[in-house]
T-cell receptor
Framework: NAGVMQNPRHLVRRRGQEARLRCSPMKGHSHVYWYRQLPEEGLKFMVY????????ESGMPKERFSAEFPKEGPSILRIQQVVRGDSAAYFCASSPLGSSGANVLTFGAGSRLTVL | GNSVTQMEGPVTLSEEAFLTINCTYT??????LFWYVQYPGEGLQLLLK?????DKGSNKGFEATYRKETTSFHLEKGSVQVSDSAVYFCALKLEYGNKLVFGAGTILRVKS
């Protein structure tokens, strides 16, 4: 069981470029969550998805950020026209179908985005 | 709103010292509580959890007790090792829904 796989681990972009971060959940998990960790801060919830459905995007910035989890393939977090303030570690987590309050999210190793 | 407050770090201890990292929370209803650990360059790993009042979570010598009366979930370990050096995050999850709310994290440095 490979766990939650994220790639790339490190990504460098210049201001104005696009960043795409990928996340493959654990085998058997159908829920994906994206979190952002800014320097010196804790993790902040961004978005929660099931296959082909966004369930909760209350933590997503209103502009430039989007997320998807297609029927086939990994979940993608897309950041358009990146700015320096987008530099952060982006963590993906997954959980099984029908998670209750006690169920645990399994995290990937994160993707560290640096915007020059 | 729902929030988690952790003691500020870094916390620097000598090997075999006693560790306490304070965590308090604000939440509606009856959340589940978690401690996650992040080793350098890695993602978060679940360390322990408690799902109701007075539950004690424990793992690898770490313990935390869910105290509803003080809304706390303090992390303790009797004798830390250099390999425990990491960032520790306290988190809560509400009864309904799957979002985790994290504290800011506490850096622990253990010296030999």
């Amino acid at each position: 069981n490979a766990g939650v796989m994220q790639n790339p681990r490190h990504l460098v972009r210049r201001r104005g470029q696009e960043a795409r971060l990928r996340c493959s959940p654990m085998k058997g998990h159908s829920h994906v969550y994206w979190y952002r960790q800014l320097p010196e801060e804790g993790l902040k919830f961004m978005v929660y998805l099931q296959k082909e459905n966004i369930i909760d995007e209350s933590g997503m910035p209103k502009e430039r950020f989007s997320a998807e989890f297609p029927k086939e393939g990994p979940s993608i977090l897309r950041i358009q026209q990146v700015v320096r303030g987008d530099s952060a570690a982006y963590f993906c987590a997954s959980s099984p179908l029908g998670s209750s309050g006690a169920n645990v999210l399994t995290f990937g190793a994160g993707s560290r985005l640096t915007v020059l | 709103g729902n929030s988690v407050t952790q003691m500020e770090g870094p916390v620097t201890l000598s090997e075999e010292a006693f560790l306490t990292i304070n965590c308090t929370y604000t939440a509606t209803g009856y959340p589940s509580l978690f401690w996650y650990v992040q080793y350098p360059g890695e993602g978060l790993q679940l360390l322990l959890k408690a799902t109701k009042a007075d539950d004690k979570g424990s793992n690898k010598g770490f313990e935390a007790t869910y105290r509803k009366e003080t809304t706390s979930f303090h992390l303790e370990k009797g004798s830390v090792q250099v390999s425990d050096s990491a960032v520790y995050f306290c988190a809560l999850k509400l009864e309904y829904g799957n979002k985790l709310v994290f504290g800011a994290g506490t850096i622990l440095r253990v010296k030999s």
